[in-house]
């Protein structure tokens, strides 16, 4: 069974740290693009970033560039997404989704983490 | 950058048909993707490439894409279908990905 479990979330402060985890299993890790995706309270989904299976390629979204890192783990089957200097408009739960098709880049996802809440508030 | 353009709220009586829009720049020549979520859950994959559905999802989704307009259809709304969908393209412009607005797909 596909699973993805997402960790790491909580309160920070303005202009702190926190890195997210996403743990996979079920699946050839190694195979698949991995995409993060947000949703603020009450808001729709936004896109965040990708990441190449190997690791090799990424892309973020205008509003998070120069701030969030994604990487991967591949011997550990993990996703990661490293946010610096948050700002309150990062409050979302952030998900971590696998593309669907292996080897593509997708973008549609058909498995999700639970999603993890992150705070941003003084 | 682009933008994918979903009307906020749509409402259907049980058993008749719901057609979600999702407008955009020439997006017929894009591959569109749908996603279901229901409250406090994660988004569920109900349509992707336009038309195709993933194992599991009934056969009532399904979705057609044309000129500035991607539709997702719910041939016969029943109450468990009551839900946000939202729509998703890849711009290869900007080496993002764009999702809609979302709808709230209210059953009267």
């Known amino acids: 069974e596909v699973q993805l479990v997402e960790s790491g979330g909580g309160l920070v402060q303005p202009g702190g740290s926190l890195r997210l985890s996403c743990a996979a299993s079920?699946?050839?890790?190694?195979?698949?693009?991995l995409h993060w995706v947000r949703q603020a309270p009450g808001k729709g989904l936004v896109w965040v970033s990708r990441i190449h299976s190997d690791g090799s390629r990424t892309n973020y979204a205008d509003s998070v560039k120069g701030r969030f890192t994604i990487s991967r783990d591949n011997a550990k089957n993990t996703l990661y997404l490293q946010m610096n200097s948050l700002r309150a408009d990062d409050t979302a739960v952030y998900f971590c989704?696998?593309?669907?098709?292996?080897?593509?880049?997708?973008?549609?996802?058909?498995?999700w983490g639970q999603g993890a809440l992150v705070t941003v508030s003084s | 950058s682009y933008v994918l353009t979903q009307p906020p709220s749509l409402s259907v009586a049980p058993g008749q048909k719901a057609r979600i829009t999702c407008g955009g720049n020439?997006?017929?020549?894009?591959?569109v993707h749908w996603y279901q979520q229901r409250p406090g859950q994660a988004p569920v994959l109900v349509v992707y490439d336009d038309s195709d559905r993933p194992s599991g999802i009934p056969e009532r989704f399904s979705g057609s894409n044309s000129g500035n307009t991607a539709t997702l259809t719910i041939s016969s709304v029943a109450a468990g279908d009551e839900a946000d969908y939202y729509c998703q393209v890849w711009d290869r412009d900007s080496y993002h990905v764009v999702f809609g607005g979302g709808t709230k797909l209210t059953v009267l």
């Open positions: 079920g699946f050839r890790f190694t195979n698949y693009w």
């Open positions: 989704g696998r593309v669907r098709r292996d080897n593509s880049s997708g973008p549609e996802l058909d498995y």
């Open positions: 020439n997006i017929g020549t894009k591959s």
